[in-house]
């Protein structure tokens, strides 16, 4: 399973001129490992819709199915949180990319994404697949 970021789905839904096409391609040639979105991810394409049928069917269009979050990732949310706040990280509260990334971790599955940095540093065990990586 591989976690598909926000980012590289609101390329697709909005039709980023840059980014689309690199975006449709790595949904595509990782279609077979299967892949998932979790609520924080679902939160942030929400502006893309007319309402949550819509973006269930385009969720559905690109074979992506819905994993929730469980408390011991969202444990690991907090920790990494408090590390970013020890690193003088001016955000006061647990931003979405630590609850994308601590669900990877948690699930060891790879996160599709353009946004690598907050990551890399964050949850450095956590495979990324990124324009850099693929193809």
């Not at 819709?49 to 074979?63: C, E, I, K, N, T």
């Not at 669900?103 to 065990?125: E, G, M, V």
Request: net charge negative; with cysteine; aromatic share 12%.
């Amino acid at each position: 399973m591989i976690l598909v970021d926000s980012c590289v789905l609101i390329d697709v839904f909005d039709a980023d001129p840059q980014w689309q096409q690199w975006s449709l391609d790595a949904l595509q040639a990782h279609h077979a490992q299967g892949m998932a979105v979790n609520a924080l991810i679902c939160a942030e394409i929400a502006p893309s819709f007319d309402g949550p049928q819509s973006m269930q069917r385009a969720l559905d269009l690109v074979h992506l199915v819905y994993a929730p979050l469980s408390q011991a990732s969202a444990f690991v949310a907090a920790q990494a949180f408090a590390l970013y706040r020890q690193n003088k990280g001016s955000k006061l509260t647990t931003l979405p990319d630590f609850f994308i990334g601590a669900h990877a971790q948690t699930q060891a599955w790879p996160i599709l994404t353009r946004d690598k940095a907050r990551y890399k540093t964050y949850f450095p065990a956590v495979k990324l697949i990124t324009p850099e990586t693929y193809p």
